[in-house]
């Protein structure tokens, strides 16, 4: 009987140091962070923007996305670009869930560039997603992991559309995979997506060069909104100029609450504009083909 009480206590006691062990290896921030495509393993342009966090944070970790990153091109396996956005894609719900079950109380950050960026934007987000594959609305991360998701900064992402509440910069257009008119992201106030009229992924323009420039443009505006969102403060919409002196965006100084009541009133038209999703995925071959042509070049997505 002695034997069973001092096994039990002993086992009480081994749960409580692997429990305070565990509690004590989870940062109270930690990025993710995801490359564009053809890059090497690592976090590719979205890199100098997560150590400009990390210098912030004291303490904060980071975790770059495990995924192809690929458009075809022999140098990452020949992945064809949507099959590589939609493992991307599961790759960060696996990642993020997965930080959050360990950590609960863990601060998340996720910033993707390009296609990088198309994955962060699914997971907070949702779908669908026709050029990689993904028919489901819905956000695929956990409830859990949203509510601890406290910033997305996205630069460069193929699935922005001109009009939404949470977009920065100057494209009146949309990416190759873009969003249908009048999307509306359930998780808006959390995210900010960097997209100029020049960018040929993004937008509809012809300077792939510009494409690498949303950190150098825009890097301290991101960093500023990240800060807000860690330390809890109102962003207060989107600033309408960049820090660094790029060009100004289509922000509401009144902040995203006025954008986002105007979006509402465009939800029930999503029915109708699902639609687009249709058309988006029929121009999604004859868009990319042409955002191809920069990659072809030497460019990356």
Same mark, same amino acid.
């Given at each position: 009987?002695?034997?069973?009480?001092?096994?039990?206590?002993?086992?009480?006691?081994?749960?409580?140091?692997?429990?305070?062990?565990?509690?004590?290896?989870?940062?109270?921030?930690?990025?993710?962070?995801?490359?564009?495509?053809?890059?090497?393993?690592?976090?590719?342009?979205?890199?100098?923007?997560?150590?400009?966090?990390?210098?912030?944070?004291?303490?904060?970790?980071?975790?770059?996305?495990?995924?192809?990153?690929?458009?075809?091109?022999?140098?990452?396996?020949?992945?064809?670009?949507?099959?590589?956005?939609?493992?991307?894609?599961?790759?960060?719900?696996?990642?993020?869930?997965?930080?959050?079950?360990?950590?609960?109380?863990?601060?998340?950050?996720?910033?993707?560039?390009?296609?990088?960026?198309?994955?962060?934007?699914?997971?907070?987000?949702?779908?669908?997603?026709?050029?990689?594959?993904?028919?489901?609305?819905?956000?695929?991360?956990?409830?859990?992991?949203?509510?601890?998701?406290?910033?997305?900064?996205?630069?460069?992402?193929?699935?922005?559309?001109?009009?939404?509440?949470?977009?920065?910069?100057?494209?009146?257009?949309?990416?190759?995979?873009?969003?249908?008119?009048?999307?509306?992201?359930?998780?808006?106030?959390?995210?900010?997506?960097?997209?100029?009229?020049?960018?040929?992924?993004?937008?509809?323009?012809?300077?792939?060069?510009?494409?690498?420039?949303?950190?150098?443009?825009?890097?301290?505006?991101?960093?500023?909104?990240?800060?807000?969102?860690?330390?809890?403060?109102?962003?207060?919409?989107?600033?309408?100029?960049?820090?660094? &002196?790029?060009? +100004?965006?289509? =922000?509401?100084?009144?902040?995203?609450? #006025? %954008?986002? $009541? !105007? @979006?509402?009133?465009? /939800? *029930? &038209?999503?029915? +109708?504009?699902? =639609?687009?999703?249709?058309?988006?995925? #029929? %121009?999604? $071959? !004859? @868009?990319?083909?042409? /955002? *191809?042509?920069?990659?072809?070049?030497?460019?990356?997505?």
């Amino acid at each position: 009987m002695r034997a069973s009480l001092d096994s039990s206590l002993l086992l009480i006691l081994a749960n409580a140091l692997t429990a305070k062990a565990q509690a004590q290896s989870c940062p109270d921030i930690h990025i993710f962070g995801a490359r564009e495509t053809s890059v090497a393993p690592g976090f590719g342009s979205a890199g100098a923007l997560v150590d400009m966090i990390k210098a912030d944070h004291s303490g904060a970790t980071s975790e770059a996305i495990d995924y192809p990153a690929c458009g075809g091109q022999a140098s990452c396996g020949g992945v064809e670009y949507g099959a590589s956005a939609k493992q991307g894609t599961e790759a960060v719900t696996t990642a993020v869930n997965g930080l959050n079950k360990r950590c609960p109380n863990t601060k998340i950050v996720m910033i993707g560039y390009s296609q990088g960026g198309q994955i962060m934007d699914n997971n907070i987000c949702g779908g669908p997603d026709n050029g990689a594959s993904i028919s489901d609305s819905n956000v695929p991360l956990s409830a859990s992991a949203v509510e601890q998701v406290k910033a997305v900064i996205m630069m460069g992402d193929p699935r922005f559309i001109h009009g939404l509440a949470y977009g920065v910069g100057t494209c009146d257009a949309g990416g190759f995979d873009a969003r249908p008119e009048g999307f509306v992201c359930p998780n808006a106030d959390k995210v900010q997506i960097y997209c100029d009229a020049q960018d040929p992924f993004c937008c509809n323009g012809n300077d792939a060069a510009h494409h690498q420039q949303y950190v150098s443009i825009y890097g301290k505006e991101a960093l500023k909104f990240v800060n807000s969102k860690l330390s809890g403060a109102a962003a207060g919409g989107n600033t309408g100029s960049a820090t660094d &002196g790029g060009a +100004g965006s289509s =922000g509401d100084a009144n902040g995203d609450a #006025g %954008n986002n $009541g !105007g @979006n509402a009133g465009n /939800a *029930g &038209g999503n029915t +109708g504009n699902a =639609g687009n999703n249709g058309n988006a995925g #029929g %121009n999604f $071959g !004859g @868009n990319f083909a042409n /955002a *191809g042509n920069a990659q072809s070049n030497g460019n990356k997505c």
